[in-house]
């Protein structure tokens, strides 16, 4: 089954751009009617869906992040990324990676970055 | 677009039932049937339980179950158990522009 596995810097300094990977393993990234979404939770917060992508390259962006936000796709290497520019301590929190349809699953095991000089 | 309103806490004793509301507006739960549910343990992902306002995946127990009327979506927990206790949040499909909103989350405790 399909699994979903983020990587990237755990700490990232304030102003500067979090960058984050999903790859995705056991199915390809383009196949079937799904779009790819990142979502994040402060720690002892909800969740929040930050933007999705589709594997033709369109997206669509939470309006409260849309100006500091790039989903890009990588269909040969079965990834998709996440770019969060001017980042804030605000921006503290774990990052998951999700299959997305009207719904989204599975999840992968996500990753904290944490924001910090 | 502001999040979908859950009660804070629910909590049930072993065996009994707990229900969860999610309440949203006819941009989001009223207007589509595309309502979901995700069980999050301490320290994990979330997990899908329900999705279009009453399906469940293969692998999650008939004991998880989901309504809707109007605004306001539901879930059921019935026959608790101890590994039910974990956060719920709902979420909604809201339309092309801005897809996906999420519930503030639920607390259940299993007494």
Redesign the interface.
């Known amino acids: 089954q399909v699994q979903l596995q983020e990587s990237g810097p755990g700490l990232v300094k304030p102003s500067q751009t979090l960058s984050l990977t999903c790859t995705v393993s056991g199915g390809s990234i383009s196949s079937g009617s799904y779009y790819w ?1 990142w979502i994040r939770q402060p720690a002892g917060k ?4 930050i933007g ?1 992508i589709y594997t033709s390259g369109s997206t ?1 962006y ?2 409260s992040l849309k100006s500091r936000v790039t989903i890009s796709v990588d269909t040969s290497k079965n990834q998709f990324s996440l770019k969060l520019s001017s980042v804030t301590a605000a921006d503290t929190a774990v990052y ?1 990676c999700a299959r ?1 349809y ?9 990753t904290l970055v944490t924001v910090s000089s | ?1 502001s ?1 979908l309103t859950q009660p804070p806490s629910a909590s049930g004793s072993p065996g009994q039932s707990v229900t969860i509301s999610c309440t949203g507006t006819s941009s989001d739960v009223g207007g ?1 049937n ?1 309502v ?1 549910w ?1 069980q999050q343990h301490p320290g ?5 339980m329900i ?2 306002v009453s399906k469940r ?1 293969s692998g999650v127990p008939d004991r998880f179950s989901g309504s809707k009327s109007g605004n306001t979506a539901s879930l059921t927990v019935s026959g608790l158990q101890a590994e039910d206790e974990a956060d719920y ?1 709902c ?1 909604s ?1 809201a339309g ?10 639920t607390k259940v405790t299993v007494l």
């Open positions: 979404s909800g969740l929040e869906w999705r669509n939470n309006p998951y997305t009207r719904w989204f699953d599975p999840w992968g095991q996500g | 677009q999040a589509y595309y979901s995700y994990k992902a979330p997990k899908l999705y279009e995946p949040y979420s499909y092309s522009n801005n897809p996906y909103v999420f519930g503030t989350g």
